[in-house]
Each structure stands twice: as C-alpha cells, then as structure tokens.
T-cell receptor, first 116, second 116 residues
Framework: AQTVTQSQPEMSVQEAETVTLSCTYD???????LFWYKQPPSRQMILVIR??????QNATENRFSVNFQKAAKSFSLKISDSQLGDTAMYFC?????????????FGSGTQLTVLP | SAVISQKPSRDICQRGTSLTIQCQVD?????MFWYRQQPGQSLTLIAT?????????ESGFVIDKFPISRPNLTFSTLTVSNMSPEDSSIYLC?????????????FGQGTRLTVV
C-alpha cells in the first residue's frame, strides 16, 4: 500500500515571498502520478500541479513548481510570489496509473496562510 | 475538465437518521470515488463505485453503513445510514479523467454533514 506524508501541518509566508511545502511518499510502484491539490475554505478541491513519475523534468504551472526526487521519494511544492488567494489547505496525493486503481492516497495536508 | 454536481452542499441531521448524497457527472465515467474528510483531517477513500456491480469498500467502511448506488455512468449516490455525531464530516465524490496522458481527479463541491 502507498503512504503519503506531509510533515508540516501549518506554514505561513509573507505576500510576494516564496514558500516550499514538503511531501514524501512510499511505494513499490515504478510508474505513478503525484499531485498537489489545494482546498480553500469553500471546500472545493482544486488541482495545483501534477507529475508523472516517468518524467524526469519537474512540472511547472506559472508560480507553482515541484522538486520531484524519485529515488528519495520526495515531491515538494514551491510557490513563488505568494498571493493572498493562495491561502488554503494543500494536499499531496499519489495515484497508481492502473485503470482499476485510480483512487488517490492523500497526505495529511499543510495549512498555508499568506500574510499581507 | 469534468463538472460534478454534488448535493446537498450541507445538512444538519438528527442521530439515527440517514442522508443520501447525490453526484451527477457531466459525462460518462467508469468509476466514481467517494471520500470522507473528517474535521481538520485529510481525505479518506470510502469506496469505489462501478456501474453495474457492487461498490468496493475500503477497510473500515461497510455497505450497511454507507450503501452506494450507481444506476448509470453519470450518477451515483452515497447514503450515510443510522448516523451518529462521529459521522459529522465532509463527503466528496470524485472521478478521474485522462486526456493526452494528462490524468486528473475532479471533485464535487462536497457535502458538509453535521449530526446532532
């Protein structure tokens, strides 16, 4: 079974600064997907960024980028130029690519607060 | 992208009663997933709902407590039966879509259940 660990329950960052959220995972699979989802107070789960394990290049989406270290089973999220709207709970998640096992395994979450 | 309409968005229920949560997807999907998010916690998979077969439940969740229906490829319901205050949580439905090898899980808006 897969496990996902987020060791930072809460973090804060000043507006316009950069912050990095940590995530480690454990799996015996060689191919898989990793995701970062954000959940604002509205409860809606929003995809921030995805990474396929077979890709060596780190994924980027505008102000969001990841540092994917497959051997170390580490998948951190960097948010640059933090904005007040980035305040949310952030979940790291793992998915096997198998068509019959597409459910997500989530980490415990990191509450990020962007301070004005 | 996928649009999932989930309702009700919230409800307050008496202990011992049951609540049925509905999810409607804007296109056909093979599997739908139901998650529970207890207060201040991460998301935990309850079950996977396949059209035309019984749902597959995760450890700790049973069909008598969380019966699921999947009458067609765009709709599913989750019932929380004989509720107790411990069932107070957010319940979310989810589907997974892959487009051009970009895989993403989409979520309904969530149902915030309070049992009194």
């Amino acid at each position: 079974a897969q496990t996902v660990t987020q060791s930072q329950p809460e973090m804060s960052v000043q507006e316009a600064e950069t912050v990095t959220l940590s995530c480690t995972y454990d799996t015996s699979e060689n191919n898989y997907y990793l995701f970062w989802y954000k959940q604002p107070p509205s409860r809606q789960m929003i995809l921030v960024i995805r990474q396929e394990a077979y890709k060596q290049q780190n994924a980027t989406e505008n102000r969001f980028s990841v540092n994917f270290q497959k051997a170390a089973k580490s998948f951190s999220l960097k948010i640059s130029d933090s904005q007040l709207g980035d305040t949310a709970m952030y979940f790291c998640a793992f998915m096997k690519p198998d068509g019959s096992a597409r459910q997500l395994t989530f980490g415990s979450g990191t509450q990020l607060t962007v301070l004005p | 992208s996928a649009v999932i309409s989930q309702k009700p968005s919230r409800d307050i229920c008496q202990r011992g009663t049951s609540l049925t949560i509905q999810c409607q997807v804007d296109s056909q999907v093979t599997m739908m997933f139901w998650y529970r998010q207890q207060p201040g916690q991460s998301l935990t998979l309850i079950a996977t709902a396949n059209q035309g077969s019984e749902a597959t439940y995760e450890s700790g969740f049973v069909i008598d407590k969380f019966p699921i229906s999947r009458p067609n490829l765009t709709f599913s319901t989750l019932t929380v039966s004989n509720m107790s205050p411990e069932d107070s949580s957010i319940y979310l439905c989810s589907v997974v879509r892959s487009l051009y090898r970009n895989t993403e899980a989409f979520f309904g808006q969530g149902t915030r259940l309070t049992v009194v």
